[in-house]
């Protein structure tokens, strides 16, 4: 049984991994194509501007999201799921 709910954890830790690393690629992604369009020839500088302020936006829930990857880690080390699986 020991054995069962360690692969479990293991299962749920390698899911939220993959969930942040997925959402991190997406944001990355989306910072570089704002970031390629602040280099179109002869853009207003407010759009500049504004496709800038836009790739920052795109990064700056990559440090939430490590924060709630902590917190979904120990959840799982915990045992909260386990234990309202029972019910």
Request: glycine share 6%; net charge positive.
């Amino acid at each position: 049984m020991q054995a069962n709910i360690n692969e479990q954890r293991r299962k749920r830790r390698r899911q939220a991994i993959l969930g942040v690393v997925g959402f991190a690629l997406l944001q990355v992604l989306c910072a570089a194509l704002f970031c390629a369009l602040c280099f179109i020839p002869d853009l207003p500088r407010w759009a500049v501007a504004a496709f800038a302020v836009l790739a920052v936006t795109c990064i700056l829930p990559l440090g939430s999201a490590l924060v709630v990857l902590y917190q979904r880690f120990k959840e799982i080390e915990g045992g909260e799921l386990d234990a309202a699986a029972q019910y």
